[in-house]
């Protein structure tokens, strides 16, 4: 059976991002110290400065450009216009003075009165003192921030708290147990922490002890997603490695998120090696859409390559069913698929599309093949006869 592909252009998005800054109009006087969470709770006396730790091997901390609180060179900045360069090493100053002196680094940046800078500023004071002391910060954090900032202010504590992994952990679920409302953001954002700073295995880790199966899922999606768009071979090892068929499901659709856009030819081969049965065949049929995008050809040579499988079946007829495959290449890739109720139904699928594009040679089609069971035709033929009527 000859088939006809046309490959289609592969678009790829650019997120970009800019920062851009006014000019500062605040008084470069010190402001008033603010309380920590904790000393404005449970106490009059404000928290003790905690010294930062050092990050452990292997992982990467987030260069700040700056490593020491400065005096004079934040009055210098502060009493600049606004540049990028500029705002850029205020933000470093103050992360670097949160991590022994969170109450003045806070009051510094809640001083500001160029709205979009106080966040830069904020954010930067909060991954200073998650550095130093997690807990207190994410308590600062929860108490001093409205629900539409909170996620940006956990994420940022989280940024920091990479530089002891094992504390930044502990934390993340305490605060996940504490608030089971808000642990799916607070989740999302730990977890693109764990990722930036590459501490994959406490990101699973995290995952794996969700107390919550919705957030484990969502979470699960997320982490293997993040890790499988980096290192693809090492985070399939770990989701086969799962002893939990749930769990494992889980992590496999995550993958296939990040896999798919890396290297879908090689996630397609991966998937292939599994067992049969469950859902292999659905995720077969994502990784082949993706790389029938890329090489619809190449795709063709390894179906046929196959011994015939329902999950290979499954695979083809998702292929054939997308939006961006022509109706006469679809056509082809469903007359080969082998279980005769599924091939009929995916002709019919690609009928229905292709009745709305080009009724007659949709209907030519309908009435010399005979790969529709007498179900799938009688839906088709309505549909047609509706197309005819001009309904």
């Known amino acids: 059976m000859r088939m006809v592909f046309i490959t289609l252009p592969l678009c790829a998005v650019c997120f970009l991002a800019g920062r851009f800054s006014v000019p500062s109009g605040h008084q470069s006087a010190q402001p008033e110290t603010l309380p920590t969470a904790r000393s404005l709770v449970f106490s009059e006396q404000p928290a003790p400065a905690t010294a930062a730790k050092p990050a452990p091997a292997g992982l990467v901390k987030p260069a700040s450009g700056t490593n020491r609180w400065d005096e004079a060179q934040w009055q210098r900045l502060n009493s600049r216009p606004g540049t990028v360069a500029r705002n850029k090493t205020m933000a470093a100053l103050l992360e670097a003075l949160a991590a022994t002196d969170p109450q003045r680094a806070l009051a510094l940046a809640q001083a500001e009165k160029n709205l979009i800078l106080r966040d830069t500023l904020l954010h930067a004071s909060l991954r200073g003192w998650g550095s130093a002391a997690t807990e207190d910060a994410v308590d600062w954090a929860l108490a001093h921030t409205d629900a539409s900032d909170r996620s940006a202010a956990i ?3 989280f940024s920091g708290a990479m530089a002891n992994p094992d504390e930044a952990l502990r934390v993340a679920q305490k605060i996940c ?15 693109n922490a764990f990722y930036d700073a590459g501490d994959f295995s406490a990101a699973i880790q995290f995952v794996t002890g969700a107390d919550s199966e919705v957030n484990r899922s969502i979470w699960a999606a997320e982490a293997y997603s993040s890790w499988a768009a980096l290192q693809p071979e090492q985070a399939a090892e770990a989701a086969a490695a799962l002893t939990d068929p749930v769990a494992r499901n889980e992590a496999l659709h995550g993958i296939i998120g990040g896999w798919a856009q890396a290297d879908p030819a090689a996630l397609t081969q ?10 292999r065949g659905s995720m077969i049929g994502q990784a082949l859409q993706s790389w029938a995008r890329l090489d619809p050809e190449a795709v063709a040579d390894w179906i046929n390559n196959r011994d015939a499988s329902p999950d290979y079946d499954e ?3 998702a292929v054939a069913g997308a ?7 679809a056509l082809g890739w469903a007359e080969s698929i082998n279980d005769d109720q599924l091939r009929s139904e995916t002709i019919a699928d690609v009928l229905h599309n292709w009745i709305i594009e080009d009724l007659p040679a949709a209907k030519l ?7 529709l069971l007498p179900e799938d035709r009688k839906k088709v033929a309505e549909i047609i006869a509706s197309a005819e009527a001009g309904d």
């Open 315 to 317: 695979g083809v007829a």
């Open 155 to 157: 994420a940022a504590v």
């Open 270 to 279: 991966f998937l292939a090696e599994l067992p049969p049965g469950g859902e």
């Open 323 to 329: 939006s961006f495959v022509k109706a006469d290449v």
């Open 365 to 371: 089609y309908f009435d010399t093949t005979t790969n």
């Open 177 to 191: 147990a504490d608030d089971p409302a808000g642990a799916a953001g607070y989740g999302n954002s730990i977890i």
